[in-house]
């Protein structure tokens, strides 16, 4: 069985400051990871993905993820946040082989103060 | 452009009634799935498809089914509604190679049952 904790519910920081929204999962096989942005009151996009290969993964809106396969985290930052950054963000894991499902976590709203 | 659409957007529905959330997708997709978003749960799986005829039940489908006649469809039934259904449904296609591209979400309904 796979499974994702996010352990941030909320993540307050100021605009322009850095932010680091955590990822840890667990599974027994090897593993794609996907981060997927929530805009208010609209569907999840794809923000990036871990497929195999570099550990560094880069995203869109200035994102990046670093997967970390001894500590099962699969970290997403971002250098220098800004207003419109203010949304919800799932981490997700997908085990490799075969027609395997997609674990959500359960959210990190990150709220951007001017 | 290619979309997926889920309407309505919003329902407000009496306890025992049954209800029907549409999705349509003109990406061609093969994969749809519908989710549930709950505070403090994340995204639940409650039925996916692979291809026409095909369904296949998920982590929280006591109490829904779906239906795939088509590419582009997969309704979502709430047999007999319960106040305990109230939440935010999303409906979500893919490719084949869907490691590589994620999903694609729609917009979400938000079903009230009263």
């Known amino acids: 069985a796979q499974s994702v904790t996010q352990l941030d519910s909320q993540v307050p920081v100021f605009e322009e400051a850095p932010v680091e929204l955590r990822c840890n999962y667990s599974s027994s096989v090897s593993v794609y990871l996907f981060w997927y942005v929530q805009y208010p009151n609209q569907g999840l996009q794809l923000l990036l993905k871990y497929l195999s290969g570099s550990t560094l993964v880069k995203g869109i809106n200035g994102f990046e993820a670093e997967f970390n396969k001894s500590q099962t985290s699969f970290h997403l930052r971002k250098p220098s946040v800004h207003i419109s950054d203010t949304a919800e963000y799932f981490c997700a894991v997908r085990s490799s082989g075969g027609y395997q499902k997609v674990t959500f976590g359960t959210g990190t709203k990150l709220q951007v103060i001017p | 452009d290619a979309e997926i659409t889920q309407s309505p957007r919003h329902k407000i529905t009496e306890t025992g009634r049954q209800v029907t959330l549409a999705c349509h997708q003109t990406w061609n997709h093969n994969n749809m799935f519908w989710y549930r978003q709950d505070l403090g749960h994340g995204l639940r799986l409650i039925h996916y498809s692979y291809g026409v005829q095909d369904t296949n039940k998920g982590e929280v489908s006591d109490g829904y089914s779906v239906s795939r006649s088509n590419t582009e469809d997969l309704p979502l039934t709430l047999e007999s509604a319960a106040s305990s259904q109230t939440s935010v449904y999303f409906c979500?296609?893919?490719?084949?190679?869907?490691?590589?591209?994620?999903?694609?979400f729609g917009s979400g309904t938000r079903l009230t049952v009263v």
């Open positions: 979500a296609s893919t490719c084949g190679v869907w490691e590589y591209y994620g999903y694609t």
